[in-house]
């Protein structure tokens, strides 16, 4: 039985970027790790990743806390360093990354 840990490793997101999604998608961290994976696959996938990354820093910056914000603001620029083609570039459009999204969890993917 593969662990959290072990979908980690298998995903090419750290587990910060995975708790991002499991925020923005109200999602148990183990989904979120196979949604990442999933989104990060696709051609456009790293931007789509730092839509949600950013959408969640703002949230954060909405409701007065600061530190998530921050945290969030240092999340989005390690995942941008690793992700060049983000460098520069507008994140996804929230609907193609809702799109997405929704695409994943009609599928019935189990996780990892």
């Known amino acids: 039985m593969l662990t959290f840990d072990d979908c980690?490793?298998?995903?090419?997101?750290t587990e910060e970027e995975i708790a991002a999604?499991?925020?923005h998608e109200h999602l148990p961290m183990i989904v979120a790790a196979e949604l990442g994976n999933y989104?990060?696959?696709?051609?456009?996938?790293?931007?789509?990743?730092?839509?949600i990354?950013?959408?969640?820093?703002?949230?954060?910056?909405?409701s007065g806390d600061g530190t998530r914000a921050l945290t969030l603001k240092l999340v989005l620029r390690?995942?941008?360093e690793r992700y060049p083609e983000c460098r520069?570039?507008?994140?996804?459009?929230?609907?193609?990354?809702g799109d997405a999204i929704s695409r994943f969890l009609s599928s019935g993917r189990p996780a990892c």
């Open 78 to 80: 390690h995942f941008v």
């Open 8 to 13: 980690v490793a298998l995903c090419e997101l």
């Open 53 to 62: 990354i950013l959408d969640d820093m703002l949230a954060a910056d909405r």
């Open 21 to 23: 999604i499991a925020e």
């Open 88 to 97: 520069g570039r507008r994140p996804a459009p929230r609907r193609a990354v």
């Open 39 to 51: 989104l990060i696959q696709a051609p456009d996938g790293a931007l789509r990743v730092k839509r």
